[in-house]
């Protein structure tokens, strides 16, 4: 498990993974703003038959505004204390649901508490309470559902492209080493794992060929001939490059696009690997399986077998049976 991020857990066990600092740019983006009007009117437009006779609209907005002040405050002020403890290095997991419940009954409390002594609103019985609460519950739902899978991954993209300038790519540091510098291993976010692709010693520092293509992952540029393994985990990516191994932000659709098909293949929905790790391909039954250079083995989707038999053939004869 990687320290420091902030999950972000929907009822249906999607996850949002952010890494720290994240929060706060995404609930001040512009781009909120209308999610947020919308989550108004809609509340507004919910409660708006629960009028008594005769009351004016300037009585009936101040308790819906301070209901969605009141039930906006708790996601809000829970998503900073988690950002704060993913700050500190700690994998902080939050239950979205639990956010929502919290701000319906907030919510619902909260106009009720102005709108009954200012005479716009009855007092709600128990089970027009439940109803109340379970209705903007399950709008809250809704939107954050539709936040989470349309709405914050493009802001995240925008942010994580600008957040910092695009820092070095692997080969021009590991053009910058001493020659002291040695090797380098890859290995897990906790330090520990097999080692994997040492450095390349240094070269000179500058080159009369054409560039390498480059791949942007997240923030941080790569050349794409220094990438060894891409494998996705969930919103994340574990890259692993000449230099070691890292996880960095996605999606793993978004990195492999951008790989030079000359340069390796996707071999399953969640692995893409270079063509220079692979130093053997297997046939256990029907499954056709990569052995890699730092000893790790992956498996070929089916799906991806027949497609990948040419490919198979620069490393063993037998894959191009396992195929058919």
Known sequence: MVAGRLRLRLFSHDEMVLMPGEVVQLLRHHKMM?????????????????????????LHAPPLIGAVLAGGLVPVLALLRADRLARRG???VVSASRLFLMAAV???????????????????????????????????????????????????????LIAHAPAVSASAQANALPPSAG???????????????????PGPALSSGPRPAQVRVANRLFDAEDIVLVQAERTHVWLTTTAGRQILPGPFSAVVVQMPPELGQQVSRADWVANAAVVAVQREGRDVVLLCRDGQTLRVASARQAKLRDWFGQFSEEPRHAAQ
């Open 90 to 92: 700690r994998e902080v």
């Open 106 to 160: 907030l919510g619902f409390a909260g106009h009720t508490l102005m709108a009954v002594p200012l005479g716009v609103a009855s007092v709600s019985s128990f089970h027009e309470a439940v109803l109340d609460i379970a209705s903007v519950y399950v709008l809250a739902e809704i939107i954050g559902g539709l936040a989470v899978h349309f709405v914050v991954p493009s802001l995240l993209k925008d942010l994580r």
């Open 34 to 58: 209308g999610l947020y009007l919308s989550g108004i009117i809609a509340v507004i437009w919910m409660n708006w038959d629960n009028r008594l006779p005769g009351s004016s609209l300037e």
């Open 183 to 201: 090797m380098l291993s890859s290995g897990t976010a906790g330090g520990s794992g097999p080692a994997a692709y040492a450095i390349v010693p």
